[in-house]
């Protein structure tokens, strides 16, 4: 009876892993709830709507964090479920310290620090904001975003890669304008050191162009073409590695529908004879 409750109570609280109706409604209340929070911290941060309904706020957060504490205890409570966390005092240790269960912890922890600390709540003030960590927590409820963290973890390795070469890029780009314009200082130039440099490589090479630093130089002016045009190849490649993995996630995902071979009597996916074709 007490297995089946705390097993019950898992699945409820990961409604991801089960289809019934209960874990629809949780699953709608949870989403909402955070995304309620999320306008709730953006709206605070306006001194004038805030002091008009700084009681609204105070409450709502208080009635918030005291649902998610009771999810987070409850979690941790029934993750024994999982054969990765069997152990009842390891498998909980361990859980504690996931990515999910500390983003869990790290939504909740400044409602009480900012509301028992001892120390100057002025200078906790932007722990508040943390509260917008609790946007995370929409991958423990929504297989799209589980995903999409799956595609992540899978391309970790070439998306490491695509921002080290990007990286590469950008600092390069910084020294060698930095070379071409630093003696056209005295003409109206802004590339006087390497460091200032290198955030007019990023905005260039991103695209963005907001014309704060402009090379004055012909040589400056034929790199900073060059360097545009490598920066759209460059900065285009996560987009294809993440399409690549989306695609992949997706055909893990898709159903597969069998029909009978008229002749043998074998059964044949469709969507594998798809692919080949």
């Not at 390069?172 to 490589?201: D, Q, R």
């Not at 460059?234 to 294809?240: C, E, I, K, S």
Request: positive net charge; glycine residues 6%; proline residues 3%.
């Amino acid at each position: 009876m007490y297995n089946d409750i705390k097993k019950h109570v898992h699945t409820l609280l990961h409604p991801t892993q089960g289809n019934s109706k209960w874990d629809k409604i949780i699953n709608t209340f949870l989403i909402s709830l955070i995304l309620a929070n999320l306008a709730a911290t953006i709206l605070e941060t306006d001194p004038h709507i805030y002091r008009q309904h700084a009681g609204f706020f105070h409450a709502f957060d208080a009635i918030s964090v005291a649902i998610f504490s009771v999810e987070y205890i409850l979690r941790v409570w029934s993750v024994t479920c999982e054969p990765k966390h069997k152990h009842w005092f390891r498998g909980r240790l361990k859980y504690m310290f996931s990515w999910e269960a500390l983003i869990d912890l790290a939504a909740i922890l400044p409602f009480f620090l900012y509301s028992y600390t001892v120390i100057d709540l002025r200078s906790l003030r932007l722990l508040r904001l943390l509260r917008l960590l609790r946007i995370f927590r929409l991958t423990n409820y929504s297989k799209s975003t589980r995903m999409i963290a799956n595609i992540f973890k899978s391309r970790f390795n070439e998306l490491l890669l695509s921002f080290v070469l990007t990286l590469s890029l950008i600092i390069i780009s910084a020294c060698l304008m930095y070379f071409a314009e630093h003696n056209a200082v005295h003409e109206g130039g802004e590339f006087s050191t390497i460091p200032k440099t290198l955030w007019w490589s990023v905005v260039t090479l991103t695209t963005t162009g907001y014309g704060d630093m402009v090379p004055v130089t012909t040589l400056g002016r034929l790199l900073t073409g060059i360097i545009m045009l490598l920066g759209v190849g460059f900065f285009a490649l996560p987009a294809g590695i993440i399409t690549a993995g989306f695609l992949d996630e997706a055909r893990k995902h898709r159903k597969h529908e069998y029909i009978k071979c008229p002749h043998c009597g074998e059964s044949i996916d469709l969507h594998e004879q798809s692919g080949h074709s």
